[in-house]
């Protein structure tokens, strides 16, 4: 049974990459989101139910269930995926990404979800070299490591595919969040910045309320934990697993 790791935007699976060194176990999948660094199937538009779908296509080719983890973006296709496919996750650990029916998107995504508003901000920041790029993403709050990762992925086709994706989620609080607190209980972690930027950790323990989760909010953290606190979050990980 593996580890499958789902990464948000605007990452790749290399997000992982420091904390999967922290790891014990070495039966662990990273996947990378269609359009995010690779190409995207035929007919795929991107929207959040076709990213929910590819990923349970993913998941039902491992033919077992498995200990599903996602940040960001990530944190909320794993959690659709593990209430209306239930019988593909085992455990569950997600965080950064509220299901939330109160959460209002931050300013970056509300401008994005905008017609011809995000298409300008990404042409602008296609327009400058990487170097600057990362500048702006460290100022967002990744590491130095991530935010040359996130510059040198970060394309037309990405950019394309963020705007689809925000656009497809206005209301995917009010849309979602009653079918992760319907679904089965299972082993669940909720992990959280204490100074994420995007989303507020009250986040965080509203939805660990409401998947039975333990809650683990890292101090002095922004938003990416997942390379910030890579070997924080490998131990609650791994506690997680040998609680099954």
């Known amino acids: 049974m593996p580890a499958v790791f789902v990464h948000g935007v605007p990452d790749t699976a290399g ?8 790891l014990s176990r070495d039966d662990v999948v990273a996947v990378t989101l269609p359009g995010f660094g690779c190409a995207t199937p035929t007919d795929f538009n991107a929207t959040k ?15 077992e269930p498995v200990d599903l983890v996602g940040h960001d973006w990530g944190a909320i296709l794993v959690q659709r995926v593990a209430a209306v ?22 300013a970056m995504a509300q401008a994005w979800q905008q017609q011809e508003v995000g298409e300008q901000i ?6 400058q ?3 600057a790029r990362a500048e702006m993403f460290v100022a967002g709050g990744a590491t130095s490591d991530l935010a040359a990762s ?18 497809s989620a206005v209301t995917v609080g009010a849309e979602w969040q009653a079918s992760v ?3 089965d209980q299972r082993p669940t972690l909720v992990m959280w910045g204490a100074d994420d930027p995007y989303c507020p950790p009250r986040f965080a323990e509203r ?9 683990v909010v890292f101090d002095e953290c922004s938003h990416w934990w997942p390379s910030e606190r890579a070997q924080e979050t490998a131990l609650a990980l791994e506690q997680l697993w040998t609680t099954v």
């Open 15 to 22: 997000l992982w990459g420091p904390l999967l060194g922290h």
């Open 207 to 215: 939805q660990a309320e409401r998947t039975s989760a333990r809650l």
């Open 49 to 63: 139910e076709d990213y929910v779908d590819w990923l349970i296509v993913e998941l039902e080719k491992i033919g």
């Open 85 to 106: 496919r239930t019988d593909l996750v085992k455990t569950l650990a997600s965080g950064s990404g509220p299901l939330d029916e109160e959460y209002e998107w931050h």
């Open 150 to 167: 996130q510059a040198e992925h970060l394309d037309e086709r990405m950019g394309r595919c963020i705007l689809s994706l925000y656009r």
């Open 129 to 131: 070299p990487s170097e």
């Open 181 to 183: 607190e319907a679904m």
């Open 122 to 127: 990404f042409s602008a920041l296609l327009a």
